[in-house]
Nanobody
Framework: QVQLVESGGGLVQPGGSLRLSCAAS???????MGWLRQAPGKQRELVAE???????TYVDSVKGRFTISRDTAKNTVTLQMNSLKPEDTAVYYC??????????WGQGTQVTVSS
C-alpha cells in the first residue's frame, strides 16, 4: 500500500509549461503509475500511464506535448506538460495500480490554463 502526494499544479498561460510530481510513500517498483484528470462537468480521464516495465501510453489529446516518467529509486512519477491549452484545465490525480490491481490515488492538484 502506498500514499501518493502530488505537487506542481498552478496557473499558467496558454502555451506554457508545468511539471507535476507525484511522491509515493513506498516503493513503486511493481506498480503501474499514471496521471488522470477531471475537468468540471466531465468524467475523469487517463492522461498518461507508465507500467512497471516502462510501457507508456498517452491519451491522444496530449501526445507530443506531455511526457510521463518514473524514478523508482526516488519513488516518484512526473508529468511534464508543454504547450498547454485551456482545455488542459483540470484537477490532475496521480494513480498507482499494484500487482493485485488495487488502486491508490493522490489528493489531486489543480492545473489552470488561462490568459
Amino acid at each position: 500500500q502506498v500514499q501518493l502526494v502530488e505537487s506542481g499544479g498552478g496557473l499558467v498561460q496558454p502555451g506554457g509549461s508545468l511539471r507535476l510530481s507525484c511522491a509515493a510513500s513506498g516503493s513503486i517498483f511493481n506498480y503501474a503509475m499514471g496521471w488522470l484528470r477531471q475537468a468540471p462537468g466531465k468524467q475523469r480521464e487517463l492522461v498518461a500511464e507508465i507500467t512497471s516495465g516502462g510501457y507508456i501510453t498517452y491519451v491522444d489529446s496530449v501526445k507530443g506535448r506531455f511526457t510521463i516518467s518514473r524514478d523508482t529509486a526516488k519513488n516518484t512519477v512526473t508529468l511534464q506538460m508543454n504547450s498547454l491549452k485551456p482545455e488542459d484545465t483540470a484537477v490532475y490525480y496521480c494513480h498507482a495500480l499494484d500487482a493485485r490491481r488495487r488502486s491508490y490515488w493522490g489528493q489531486g492538484t489543480q492545473v489552470t490554463v488561462s490568459s
